[in-house]
């Protein structure tokens, strides 16, 4: 089976890409699978923070200068020996474009049998879906993308996400959803080391703390096992319509080897 690097990205800042990452970090750790983490923001490694026993030993970044892209070179690196999660700073669009086209990532990677994912979290505010069609129009190009809905960002303002109008978007361009919950504020602090040990705790550490009680490690393990779930599914669909266009470009002779343009740049527990 081929590994695959999820990239947790969206060009929005502060919309959850961390949080979900550090839940596809433990999806793999639950599901019996060896994995790399890669922060690829040098200013803010949260992820890092949580998961740095399964850090890979080279850094990867996305530059936006194409005499500068190879820094990034090293995602497949990893993912020719497990797969890997990468958690990505906001606004890296161009920069990912600049890495993916100037260095043939995509025909490259495929003959090595590996699969990039580009995992869109939202908070479903406007500024952050209208970045959506610009980046499923050139990202969607070289890989398979999932849109995450981080609800926990966003608990109230949902009519631009619920529209038809946006709905259709997804449908569009064959983007599969993965919702992300509220989770409890209250936990989140204790997980993010406002504990008696001071310490940040992975989702397998905050399962089994003692300090949760029986409701709580079961609120936590319901929660994981939905994440897993979905994204589990969502991987599935994503994967297979992203082959058919494959198929279908390869059949009409698209090519996809420039750089198109693109748009740069709650009160809640999940972040």
Known sequence: MSNAINLWAGEKGGTGKSFGARLDCQRHLDHGQDFFLIDTDKSNATTSNY???????????FSEEA???????????????????????AGTNEALLTWLVSKKV?????????????????????DSLNLF???????????????VANLGRNTTDLEFF??????ALLSRYQVPVVRLGLFDLEMKKVIDGHN?????????????YPDFGILGQQE?????????????KAERLADLAFSKREASNSTNGIETETLPPTTRKRNSSNG
């Open 51 to 61: 998961y740095g026993i399964h850090k890979f030993d080279k850094k990867a970044f």
């Open 67 to 89: 005499s500068r892209a190879s820094t990034a070179n090293s995602l497949l690196d990893a993912a020719l020996l497990r797969p890997v999660v990468a958690n990505c700073k």
């Open 106 to 126: 995509t025909p490259t990677a495929k003959r090595l049998g590996i699969r990039m994912r580009y995992l869109f979290v939202s908070d479903l505010d406007n």
């Open 133 to 147: 069609a610009p980046t499923a129009e050139t990202i969607g190009q070289h890989m398979p993308m999932i849109f």
């Open 162 to 167: 619920e529209s038809q109008g946006f709905q």
């Open 196 to 208: 008696l040990q001071k310490k940040l705790l992975t989702w397998g550490d905050a399962r089994d």
């Open 220 to 232: 936590i393990q319901t929660y994981l096992e939905d994440f897993y779930a979905q994204l589990d």
